[in-house]
């Protein structure tokens, strides 16, 4: 019986071997074009970095150069296994306990699925890492404003919810760090404004500093900008004494400016109407020559203002003049005088006024006070009540009396001395209607 088979297997054996290798490469040819090997690429693929205690617990930081914590991955293994894989299966994981002396870190590509069916090939071999001492400081943080707030209205306060903030990371890129800004964006508002602000970091040329590498505590801050209306006001100044006798402060003080703009809540700002500044530096005391000093208006400003342009810093240079006083005489004509609030039943008389055609005054003040009075525009009034009320009268009676005349002189001209009149009062005579 074994003879037998023997015989069998051994009788045309070339023949048969024949048929069993080609019937096996028939096999896998038909496998293969029914489930062939392919290739499916993911790209973009994070990198998990893990044990990276043993950096950080040594007190210091790493970051990662390059991008290298980012993967492109293709994936080789048989279309009915690839057609399962998707983005989400791949892992990428670099272990820091393998770090090398140069500072890399082997990346290892897996599959959550037919992982020992599939063969992974990346664009990266090594995560390349910066490592560096740790730093950790705290700054203050710097609030401004960007843009413009509508017409007519200007930044008040600025403040934060919290002006320190604690930065930590790698000893390099802290040092960089040259201030820490909160900047809140007004631009169109024309009503306080409270909104969370994003804290930015930036170098001594204002160039932005931005790495995850970089830490903090806290990432916004709550910025509140008061924003206030304006109103320009002009300035008035108060002199505390007098010039040298025969002298006289000129009626108008220069200033630069002459007006400032003030900025407040407008139920404050409705209020003023001016600034009143009385300063020890507007002393013209015997002065014979006009004086200019600067002053710094700041301290006279209304509560609840302040300046709105918050580049001016309050000094206004001030010009007190001063002019000597002249004397001119006047000869007013006769018929400028009367007397006013005269008794009705009395024929009223001015003495001076009646026998002469003028009367001779004399008005004092600055030469370009006295220049503009004419003559010929000043009126003399002898008030007859202020008569009755100086002689304590209670009615008239014919007779003579003295009364202070009063003229229409502008305020910055004077009377070189009081000049009366003598008031004559006599009685009407009764017309006698009988015929006679």
């Given at each position: 019986m074994l003879k037998k088979t023997v015989g069998m297997i051994s009788n045309n054996f070339g023949l048969k071997f024949l048929a069993v290798v080609v019937s096996c490469g028939l096999w896998f040819v038909v496998n293969n074009i029914t489930d062939p090997m392919e290739t499916k690429p993911f790209n973009n693929i994070p990198v998990e970095i893990i044990n990276d205690d043993m950096i950080t617990s040594e007190g210091k930081v790493y970051e990662v150069l390059d991008g290298t914590n980012v993967v492109n991955v293709t994936v080789v293994g048989k279309r009915s296994v690839l057609d399962y894989i998707t983005k989400d299966d791949i892992k990428a994981v670099a272990d820091m306990s393998e770090l090398t002396f140069m500072n890399t870190v082997g990346i290892e590509v897996s599959s959550t699925r037919n992982n020992s069916e599939l063969e992974f090939r990346t664009n990266i071999d090594n995560v390349k890492l910066s490592i560096e001492d740790m730093k950790r400081v705290q700054m203050i943080i710097s609030t401004s404003t960007s843009g413009e707030p509508a017409d007519g209205y200007v930044v008040g306060n600025v403040s934060t919810s919290q002006n320190i903030v604690r930065l930590s990371g790698p000893e390099s890129l802290i040092n960089q760090i040259d201030h820490v800004d909160a900047v809140a964006n007004i631009d169109g508002y024309s009503s306080d404004i409270n909104t969370s602000v994003e804290l930015k970091l930036y170098d001594a040329d204002n160039n932005e500093i931005r790495s995850s590498s970089i830490k903090m505590n806290i990432s916004t801050v709550n910025v509140a900008v008061s924003i206030f209306a304006t109103k320009e006001v002009p300035l008035s100044f108060v002199i505390p004494d007098e010039p040298a006798e025969g002298y006289v402060v000129s009626e108008e003080i220069v200033s630069v400016p002459e007006t400032i703009l003030i900025a407040g809540r407008k139920s404050v700002l409705d209020n003023v109407t001016r600034i009143t500044v009385s300063d020890a530096a507007l002393s013209v005391a015997d002065r014979t020559e006009s004086v200019t000093n600067i002053i710094n208006i700041k301290k006279y400003l209304p509560s609840g203002t302040q300046f709105a342009d918050s580049s001016f810093n309050g000094n206004v240079s001030v010009t007190v003049g001063i002019e000597r006083l002249v004397?001119?005489?006047?000869?007013?004509?006769?018929?400028?005088?009367?007397?006013?609030?005269?008794?009705?039943?009395?024929?009223?008389?001015?003495?001076?006024?009646?026998?002469?055609?003028?009367?001779?005054?004399?008005?004092?003040?600055?030469?370009?006070?006295?220049?503009?009075?004419?003559?010929?525009?000043?009126?003399?009034?002898?008030?007859?009540?202020?008569?009755?009320?100086?002689?304590?009268?209670?009615?008239?009676?014919?007779?003579?009396?003295?009364?202070t005349i009063t003229f229409n002189l502008p305020d910055n001209v004077t009377l070189g001395e009081d000049y009366k009149m003598t008031v004559e009062l006599a009685d009407i005579a009764e017309e006698d209607d009988e015929a006679h």
């Open positions: 004397t001119k005489e006047l000869e007013v004509p006769a018929k400028n005088f009367a007397a006013g609030n005269k008794p009705g039943n009395f024929e009223v008389t001015l003495r001076e006024a009646a026998d002469r055609d003028y009367y001779t005054i004399r008005i004092t003040g600055t030469q370009e006070a006295v220049d503009a009075v004419q003559a010929e525009d000043v009126i003399g009034v002898v008030d007859m009540n202020m008569i009755l009320e100086d002689l304590n009268l209670e009615e008239w009676s014919a007779g003579s009396y003295s009364g």
